[in-house]
Structure formats: structure tokens, C-alpha cells
């Protein structure tokens, strides 16, 4: 079975910088996009990043400039640089991931998510 693992997060100072990072472990798994979303207390998910396999990037409207996504499809890796953080990026940050993985000889459509990690940005 797939597990995404999450590495990063922590307490940071408003205009810090942050980097998540986020691998896919267990069973073979084939990555079609992964990224990152965040949700912050009392409100719904949202859109942080996501890159597909082709490079394509895809930014949530209040990180676009400040953020940046990378991901390796070698090993199933992604990650989030995070620039001028502002106390309003503070919530937990999600990995994600959509792709196939492997089940005895057949391939299934599988999307994941890790179980978050706490960014906290003090003003």
C-alpha cells in the first residue's frame, strides 16, 4: 500500500521561508500529479501547489510569486519552497498525490493524501 510521508513544517516569523517535502513509500506508485493543499482552522482545503509529471504548476491565487512546487516523478517526490510567509499561511499542510498503483499485477487509480504537517507563521 502507498503512504505519502511529509517532512517540514514547524514555527516560522512573518517574512521567513519554509520547505516541505513529501515522498510516496510502499508499493509501486505511478505519479501523474502531487502537491500540496492547506487548511486552516474553521475554514475548507484549498489549493496550495500541484505539478504534474510534464512540469505543468499550479498555484492557489494567495501563494502564486511567493511559493514554489517541484516535483521528481524518479522517486515520487514533491516539494514546497515557501517565501515571505505571512501569518495567514498558517494551517496544516497536506500532501497529495493522484496517480496509479500497483495491486498484485494490475494498476489502479489511487489518490493519496499524507497526514499533514503544522505551519505556524508568527507576526
Known amino acids: 500500500q502507498v503512504q505519502l510521508v511529509e517532512f517540514g513544517g514547524g514555527l516560522v516569523q512573518s517574512g521567513g521561508s519554509l520547505r516541505l517535502s513529501c515522498a510516496a513509500s510502499g508499493s509501486a506508485f505511478s505519479m501523474n500529479v502531487m502537491g500540496w493543499y492547506r487548511q486552516a482552522p474553521g475554514k475548507e482545503r484549498e489549493l496550495v501547489a500541484t505539478?504534474?509529471?510534464?512540469?505543468?504548476?499550479n498555484y492557489g491565487s494567495s501563494v502564486r510569486g511567493r511559493f514554489t512546487v517541484s516535483g521528481d516523478n524518479t522517486h515520487n517526490t514533491v516539494s514546497l519552497q515557501m517565501n515571505d510567509l505571512k501569518p495567514e499561511d498558517t494551517a496544516v499542510y497536506f500532501c497529495?498525490?493522484?496517480?496509479?498503483?500497483?495491486?498484485?499485477?494490475?494498476?489502479?487509480?489511487?489518490?493519496?493524501w499524507g497526514p499533514g504537517t503544522q505551519v505556524t507563521v508568527s507576526s
Open positions: 497529495h498525490a493522484e496517480g496509479f498503483s500497483r495491486q498484485s499485477t494490475t494498476w489502479v487509480p489511487s489518490v493519496l
Open positions: 505539478v504534474t509529471t510534464g512540469g505543468d504548476t
